[in-house]
């Protein structure tokens, strides 16, 4: 699994496509529903799609709307003082919508263990205040250690390494 940081719309939109095998952005237009002319607009940066088209676009591309209305600046993530959480916010958001809903299932398992139950079922827990756990496409999985006294920059540095394995 790779975490790609998008640099605007169009690249997302260029990116998804490829990944579904999308030999072209007039067969993604079709297949959304959009005029040709009007996604080549919106992949050029002519077109701030509006947050209804938004919508349709993470729909297709099965993805978390608030990834295209981030980089089309309708929305932004609420910030806090835990860096952890600011981290997490930012990885959970550019995760497919079945990995996102993995992640909230394991923080609600998080949430029903004490902190020994955890500390038993994560080794990597007794430096860490909190653990990340990743299941991985091919079945695998991962835990991350995360300790509260990191920055943003060092969490996603930690996980995009550890998700490179």
Partial sequence: MV???????GHYIRARSRELGYKSDAAVADAIGFKRSYLSGVINGQFKPSTKRCWQIAEFF?????????????????????????????????????????LLRYADYLKTKTRTDVRETSPAYHAADAVLYVELPDGASIE??????????????????????
């Avoid at 975490?3 to 719309?9: K, L, N, P, S, T």
């Fill in 3 to 9: 975490i790609v940081q998008y640099r605007d719309v």
């Fill in 62 to 102: 099965e993805d978390d709307p608030n990834i295209i209305l981030g980089l089309t600046g309708r929305y932004s993530p609420p910030e806090t003082d835990n860096p952890v959480v600011n981290a997490l916010a930012g990885i959970a958001s550019r995760l497919p919508r079945h990995q996102q809903r993995d």
């Fill in 144 to 165: 991350i250690p995360l300790p509260t006294s990191l920055t943003e920059e060092e969490i996603k540095k930690r996980v995009s390494d550890a998700l490179a394995i």
